[in-house]
T-cell receptor
Framework: GAGVSQSPSNKVTEKGKDVELRCDPI?????LYWYRQSLGQGLEFLIY????????KSGLPSDRFSAERTGGSVSTLTIQRTQQEDSAVYLC??????????????FGPGTRLTVL | DQQVKQNSPSLSVQEGRISILNCDYT??????FLWYKKYPAEGPTFLIS?????DKNEDGRFTVFLNKSAKHLSLHIVPSQPGDSAVYFC???????????FGPGTRLSVLP
């Protein structure tokens, strides 16, 4: 079946511009996560959506970052007034979250963001 | 301050031998751990998990060991194959699957 998809796969933008990154989770998955991976670093948790609950935004690095999840499915991560340190691969993951302890996350291929 | 550490950035192993990837964590509240494999230009792929009620979980060539007192887990791959060459991430969660914290990864190279 279809996995997690993300678009665009690559995005180059100028410092100060806004960008939107899109994630289509696996159909039926109630949980959705955004991470980023900067060069040479591990995955950094950004935000977590679970069903209709208020999202866990504890990982967002600044108020320039925001995310929405419409209709419990597609999610958009928005970065306003981009800075060079925002350059990273942004990864989205989804999980079914029906078995608690076996909350395996399935990742998309990521969006590589380059801020010039 | 990294809560999940993978102190070996890279590891090389001969094909057929055992690969041992290590992961240490500092937060005693972590109770669920995952290992992911990542190829270049692809998202991470789930490999194997373990919860804190166990000290070992096995799936084919992959075995994860958890030592809670030492706050240490390891992934064993036996026998190692060239297709196992990838970056391996250890991840930990303190809330049964929410808010995973990832380590920086270890690049495994399996030499033919």
């Amino acid at each position: 079946g279809a996995g997690v998809s993300q678009s665009p796969s690559n995005k180059v933008t100028e410092k100060g511009k806004d960008v939107e990154l899109r994630c289509d989770p696996i159909s039926g998955h109630t949980a959705l996560y955004w991470y980023r991976q900067s060069l040479g670093q591990g995955l950094e948790f950004l935000i977590y959506f679970q069903g209709n609950s208020a999202p866990d935004k504890s990982g967002l690095p600044s108020d320039r970052f925001s995310a929405e999840r419409t209709g419990g499915s597609v999610s958009t991560l928005t970065i306003q007034r981009t800075q060079q340190e925002d350059s990273a691969v942004y990864l989205c993951a989804s999980s079914s979250d029906t078995h608690g302890l076996t909350d395996t996350q399935y990742f998309g291929p990521g969006t590589r963001l380059t801020v010039l | 301050d990294q809560q999940v550490k993978q102190n070996s950035p890279s590891l090389s192993v001969q094909e057929g031998r055992i690969s041992i990837l290590n992961c240490d964590y500092t937060n005693s509240m972590f109770d669920y751990f995952l290992w992911y494999k990542k190829y270049p230009a692809e998202g991470p792929t789930f490999l194997i998990s373990i919860s804190s009620i166990k000290d070992k979980n096995e799936d084919g060539r992959f075995t994860v060991f958890l030592n809670k007192s030492a706050k240490h887990l390891s992934l064993h791959i036996v026998p190692s194959q060239p297709g196992d060459s990838a970056v391996y991430f250890c991840a930990a969660s303190g809330n049964y699957g929410q808010n995973f914290v990832f380590g920086p990864g270890t690049r495994l190279s399996v030499l033919p």
